[in-house]
C-alpha cells in the first residue's frame, strides 16, 4: 500500500533553510503528483504546491513562492521541499501527500 | 483563489446520531471535493472523494453529497472511533484549499 515517510522533526533558527524528504514506497513515485501542506493551529491547512515526479514541473501556491522549493530524485523515490529564510510563522507540521495518501507530518520549529 | 466555508466549527453527537458537515466553495467546483478525517496527532485519512465516492476500507456510515457549491459529509451512527476533525479539500482549481475544519465530539 503507499506509503509516505517523511523526516524527523527540526528545530531551526530564523533566517535560515531546512530541507524535508518524502520517501514514497507501494506505488511507482512517477506516476502521481506529489503535494506538500501546511498545517498549524492558527490557520489550518495551507496547500504550498505540487510537483510532477516524472517531469519534475511544479506548480505553487501564489502564497509560498519564494518559500518553498519543491524537487525529486526519482532514483530513490524521494520528494523534497527546502524552506528558506525562515521565520516563527513558518513553525509548522508539514505533510507530503497524494490523494488517499499522506505522510506523517514533519514538525518545523523556528526558533533562536 | 477558491474558498471554502465549513460548517459547523464543532459538533457532539450521541453514539449512534446521524450528522452532517456542509462545505461550500465561493464558485463550481465540479464535484472536485474530497472529505479527510484527522485524528489527534495523526496524518488525515480520506474517507471521501469525487464528492461520493466512499475510499476503501471506510466505513459505510461515511457518505458524501453535493454538486456545484454546496457539498456535505454525513455519518450515519456516530461511533466513538468517529471523534476527530474532519476538513474537505476543493481539487478543481489551483491553489488547492481546504476547509478551516470541524471538530467532532462524541457527547
Known amino acids: 500500500q503507499v506509503q509516505l515517510q517523511q523526516s524527523g522533526a527540526e528545530l531551526v533558527k530564523p533566517g535560515t533553510s531546512v530541507k524535508l524528504s518524502c520517501k514514497a514506497s507501494?506505488?511507482?513515485?512517477?506516476?502521481?503528483?506529489m503535494n506538500w501542506i501546511k498545517q498549524t493551529t492558527g490557520q489550518g491547512l495551507e496547500w504550498i504546491g505540487i510537483i510532477n515526479p516524472g517531469s519534475g514541473g511544479t506548480s505553487y501556491n501564489v502564497k509560498f513562492k519564494g518559500k518553498a522549493t519543491l524537487t525529486v530524485d526519482k532514483s530513490s523515490s524521494t520528494a523534497f521541499m527546502q524552506l528558506s529564510s525562515l521565520t516563527p510563522e513558518d513553525s509548522a507540521v508539514y505533510y507530503c501527500a497524494i490523494g488517499a495518501g499522506w505522510g506523517q507530518g514533519t514538525l518545523v520549529t523556528v526558533s533562536s | 483563489d477558491i474558498q471554502m466555508t465549513q460548517s459547523p466549527a464543532s459538533l457532539s453527537a450521541s453514539l449512534g446520531e446521524t450528522i452532517s458537515i456542509e462545505c461550500r466553495a465561493s464558485?463550481?467546483?465540479?464535484?472536485?471535493l474530497a472529505w479527510y478525517q484527522q485524528k489527534s496527532g495523526k496524518s488525515p485519512q480520506l474517507l471521501i472523494y469525487a464528492a461520493n465516492r466512499l475510499q476503501d476500507g471506510v466505513p459505510s456510515r461515511f457518505s458524501g453529497s453535493g454538486s456545484g457549491t454546496q457539498y456535505s459529509l454525513k455519518i450515519s451512527g456516530m461511533q466513538p472511533e468517529d471523534e476527530g476533525d474532519y476538513f474537505c479539500l476543493q481539487g478543481s482549481k489551483f491553489p488547492l484549499t481546504f476547509g478551516s475544519g470541524t471538530k467532532l465530539e462524541i457527547k
Open positions: 507501494g506505488y511507482t513515485f512517477t506516476s502521481n503528483h
Open positions: 464558485e463550481d467546483i465540479y464535484s472536485n
